[in-house]
T-cell receptor, first 113, second 115 residues
Framework: NAGVTQTPKFRVLKTGQSMTLLCAQD?????MYWYRQDPGMGLRLIHY???????AKGEVPDGYNVSRLKKQNFLLGLESAAPSQTSVYFC????????????FGPGTRLTVL | AQTVTQSQPEMSVQEAETVTLSCTYD???????LFWYKQPPSRQMILVIR??????QNATENRFSVNFQKAAKSFSLKISDSQLGDTAMYFC????????????FGGGTRLMVKP
């Protein structure tokens, strides 16, 4: 199993550009998450999904949209990138059951100029 | 809302010695989970250890153990026989049992293991 993979690993955008980050998991997990990590801080939840076709807002959802059209994929979109969105983005997934471990992807480093 | 505080931004320890990382949290709930995650320079987030709040016994995973003090809302991580590979950022995280969708992370502690 590849686990949780993220595409791309690095990206540089100009202010106002749009892009989509792709997260894929091959563990048949129901729950998927998008976090951002800023320097000197822990991860903060952007959006999450409890199953195919469902999404919900996390702690810092503004400026982002998500979609979960297939169970194994969770997409994070930036419609009009801003420098404040420069961060490292992590995707995670887990099985149903609050105690179950969240498995994290390797992260995507995004720079918005 | 829950908050997690890690008061030690950086720590260092000699190889083979023991180090303890501190974590405190604030919640009015009684059913929750606590986690320690390790983030090495590779950026990969790795689960180190977890604790269920209703269990009084402290969790242990090989060289890693926790001191869970529910009344004091404290959840410290002890690393015994420190190894060079333990060098990493360590994050404490909190998860409500009945709202198991949002991990709340502390700001992290950077641990350096010195040879």
């Amino acid at each position: 199993n590849a686990g949780v993979t993220q595409t791309p690993k690095f990206r540089v955008l100009k202010t106002g550009q749009s892009m989509t980050l792709l997260c894929a998991q091959d563990m048949n997990h129901e729950y998927m998450y998008w976090y951002r990590q800023d320097p000197g801080m822990g991860l903060r939840l952007i959006h999450y999904s409890v199953g195919e076709g469902t999404t919900a807002k996390g702690e810092v959802p503004d400026g982002y949209n998500v979609s979960r059209l297939k169970k194994q994929n969770f997409l994070l979109g930036l419609e009009s990138a801003a420098p404040s969105q420069t961060s490292v983005y992590f995707c995670a997934s887990r099985l149903t059951g609050a105690y179950n471990e969240q498995f994290f992807g390797p992260g995507t480093r995004l720079t918005v100029l | 809302a829950q908050t997690v505080t890690q008061s030690q931004p950086e720590m260092s320890v000699q190889e083979a010695e023991t180090v303890t990382l501190s974590c405190t949290y604030d919640t009015s709930e009684s059913n929750y989970y606590l986690f320690w995650y390790k983030q090495p320079p590779s950026r990969q987030m790795i689960l180190v250890i977890r604790q269920e709040a209703y269990k009084q016994q402290n969790a242990t995973e090989n060289r890693f153990s926790v001191n869970f003090q529910k009344a004091a809302k404290s959840f410290s991580l002890k690393i015994s026989d420190s190894q060079l590979g333990d060098t990493a950022m360590y994050f404490c995280a909190f998860l409500l049992r009945d709202a198991g969708n949002m991990l709340t992370f502390g700001g992290g502690t950077r641990l350096m293991v010195k040879p």
